[in-house]
């Protein structure tokens, strides 16, 4: 029984997270993050303040969960990898699995609520600054997976620049009026050069290790 009641618990726990920010999310694309207070949000979802603080911290955090969720992704991909296999290689096919899958994190989705949110979150300052934040965690997951040290943490930083752009860059595609199928062979092409280029720096790093690293 108590299996029983801890999954209903977390079931329920799910559907109140899930009700919460679907109606957070619903509400900023309707009127812009500054046009709705938190608030709002609860009333919406029908909870309590308290309760809406007890699954999401903060205001922002209603909005990039969704982000945040993705956070150590990178670092995950190259600890999975097979024993001496490049790093780099497997984050390729990792991306170019996800632009495949139109997965929203590469910027090749154009279901019209996901390019919604993404113009929610890039031009409010207040979740860019936030996201910039992710991306510091980001790099700092994936230079530990990498082997730790200055050249892990470049090249890090090099990954997640890369990923960065070529996922802006095809939301801005899109967001122009191409269909994510029409931009898809460009993007995977343009994925192509970013790793192609990370490659290149890897191979020029002598004292990069590329055995994956346990931390337990």
């Known amino acids: ?21 679907a109606a957070a ?18 009333a919406a979802a ?13 205001k922002e955090d209603l909005v990039l969960h969704r982000i945040a969720d993705h956070i150590g992704e990178s670092a995950r991909v190259v600890r999975a990898r097979p024993a001496g296999s490049d790093p780099i290689a497997a984050l390729r096919a990792h991306f170019q699995d996800g632009l495949a899958r139109r997965d929203p994190v590469t910027g090749l989705n154009d279901v019209p609520e996901v ?27 994936l230079a530990e997976a990498l082997g730790d040290g200055l050249v ?16 802006r860059d095809n939301w801005h595609r899109l967001r122009s009026g191409t269909s994510a199928d029409a931009r898809y062979p460009d993007a995977v092409r343009d994925a192509d050069l970013g790793f192609d280029q990370l490659a290149a720096a890897t191979n020029s790093a002598p004292h990069f290790s590329a055995t994956p690293v346990d931390r337990g």
Do not use: N, W
Request: net charge positive; proline share 2%.
């Open 25 to 42: 999310i619903t509400l900023f694309l309707e009127r812009g993050y500054d046009g709705v207070s938190v608030a709002d949000v609860a």
């Open 152 to 167: 892990a943490r470049l090249l890090a930083g090099q990954v997640v620049a890369v990923q960065r752009i070529l996922a």
């Open 46 to 58: 029908e909870v309590s303040k308290p309760t809406l603080f007890k699954y999401f911290a903060t």
């Open 1 to 21: 029984m108590i299996g029983v009641t801890s999954g209903l618990r977390e079931r329920k726990r799910r559907r109140t997270h899930d009700a919460i920010s």
């Open 115 to 141: 390019l919604a949110y993404h113009r929610l979150v890039f031009e409010t300052p207040a979740l860019a600054a936030r996201v910039a934040s992710h991306a510091a965690t980001e790099e700092a997951l």
